[in-house]
């Protein structure tokens, strides 16, 4: 049996990264990067104005003062994405919003706030009353980006910020590892859709939500296969359906229990057992499978199991097959402020939930409450898993204790 430890290295291994995808920006958000990205375009792509204002000619200003103010014909209007008709000469002027093209001739903008303008003639005239040097309020093309500059590197995974650039440099699509699609199955002739009142002896299907978040959560698409009874013939027809996806998660029937039949079902399908059980608690009938290159979770049906399982052994792996090179969240040290007595000798790491916050400078942590694994009310406060190694009977209240934090806290 392996430990924990042992049992992430044999999933790491058996797990691949998708083949790259080129994918629209619009559907990027998170994916990592499968080849460094390269500016398609110039930025901006040609000068432009950074302000309201007018377009001037510094030279014109140089004398300009609140007693002598200078007025410059103006020669007409332009609104971003208009193109210039005039060449600006001296004297001149041309009033231009934020983003319109320089027009040749122009050297500076004056903002409109330092500006009085008189409507006299037909385009007017405008009053200046400083100098101003010459370049300012003026955006030059490829002051921004270059093209072929290189943007982004293989391995980065793209935040909003990213997409903008991205787009701004022409580069509509991208090549990305896609979101791995993980079929996840529910399993159990007692279970019923959360909307329903169940029957006598039935209850309702937490897993199908909580797993499914949980892959959304990593970036990947759930394909649900909920509540699949504990029948062969169904299961049998299921699993080949599942088997569509990159990769596919079961709950339910993989322990020893006489409707437990996922094990033999992936074995008929030709499936290869990589392990079953980890040398854990709570979750230990944990199986890894592989069919050719898929891998295949087979994850005990209590609730709270089920997720610690997905946070542990699935996440790793999705991410993996998604092109993250890092894999696993943060881990603290921690006062396990409640301490914790438990069976030595059974060779298992305990995973306990708890609710860990810095107080004082240091991190404290504490028990969300009873632990069974079908407690799910334990995982309502938890926010990270304290990890009690196999040997270890008893941490004193105040011991110290390894924290994997499930939620990114910032206050850790
Ligand atoms: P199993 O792993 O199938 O033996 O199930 C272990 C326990 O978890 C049993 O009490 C099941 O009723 C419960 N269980 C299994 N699947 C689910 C599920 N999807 N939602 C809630 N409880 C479940
Ligand atoms: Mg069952």
New binding site residues.
């Given amino acids: 049996m392996p430990t924990p430890a042992e049992a992430l290295d044999l999933i790491l291994a058996a797990t691949a990264p998708l083949p790259p995808v080129s994918t629209p920006l619009a559907d990027s958000l998170g994916l990592v990067l499968a080849s460094g990205i390269h500016s398609a375009a110039t930025v901006p792509p040609f000068t432009n104005s950074a302000m309201d204002g007018y377009a001037v000619q510094a030279a014109d200003l140089e004398a300009a003062s609140t007693e002598r103010p200078v007025r410059l014909r103006v020669l007409g209007d332009l609104a971003a994405g208009g193109v210039p008709s005039h060449v600006l000469r001296p004297g001149s002027a041309l009033r231009i919003m934020t983003g319109a093209a320089l027009p040749e001739g122009a050297d500076a903008v004056v903002p409109v706030e330092d500006t009085a303008r008189s409507e006299e003639g037909s385009g007017g005239w405008v009053e200046m009353r400083r100098p101003i040097r010459r370049g300012i309020h003026i955006r030059l093309a490829g002051e921004d980006l270059r093209q072929g500059q290189l943007l982004l590197k293989a391995g980065q995974s793209l935040r909003p910020g990213d997409l903008g650039v991205l787009a701004a440099a022409g580069i509509p699509t991208v090549p990305v590892h896609p979101r791995a699609r993980v079929a996840v199955l ?3 002739d ?2 019923v859709d959360v909307s329903e009142e169940p029957g006598p002896g039935r ?6 939500h909580a797993v499914c978040a949980q892959v959304r959560a990593c970036g990947a698409i759930p394909v649900p296969y909920a ?1 699949v009874p504990d029948d062969r013939g169904t299961l049998m027809r299921t699993l080949k359906l599942a088997l569509e996806a990159d990769v596919v998660l079961t ?5 020893v ?1 006489d409707y ?1 039949h996922m094990k033999a079902m992936l074995e008929e399908l030709g499936a290869e057992r990589v392990f079953w059980k980890v040398a854990q608690k709570p979750g230990g ?1 944990l199986g890894f499978w592989r069919l050719g290159a898929k891998p295949i979770f087979g994850i ?4 709270v199991a ?1 997720m610690l399982m997905v946070e542990e052994y699935v996440r790793p792996a999705l991410r993996k097959a998604m092109g993250f090179s890092k894999l696993h969240r943060p881990v603290a040290e921690a006062r396990l402020e409640d301490g914790w007595s438990g069976r030595a000798g059974d060779g298992r790491t305990t995973f306990l939930r708890v609710v860990a916050a810095k107080e004082d400078g240091e991190c404290r942590a504490r028990l969300t409450g009873p632990q069974g694994s ?1 407690i799910l009310s334990s995982m309502l406060s938890a926010n990270a898993l304290a990890v009690i190694p196999a040997g270890v009977d008893q941490v004193a209240p105040g011991g110290p204790v390894l924290l994997h934090l499930t939620e990114e806290a910032e206050d850790h």
């Fill in positions: 529910t399993t159990g007692e279970l209850i309702r299907d937490a897993n199908i509540r709950t339910g029937g993989i322990s229990g437990d009938p005990p049906g209590n609730p089920a079908a």
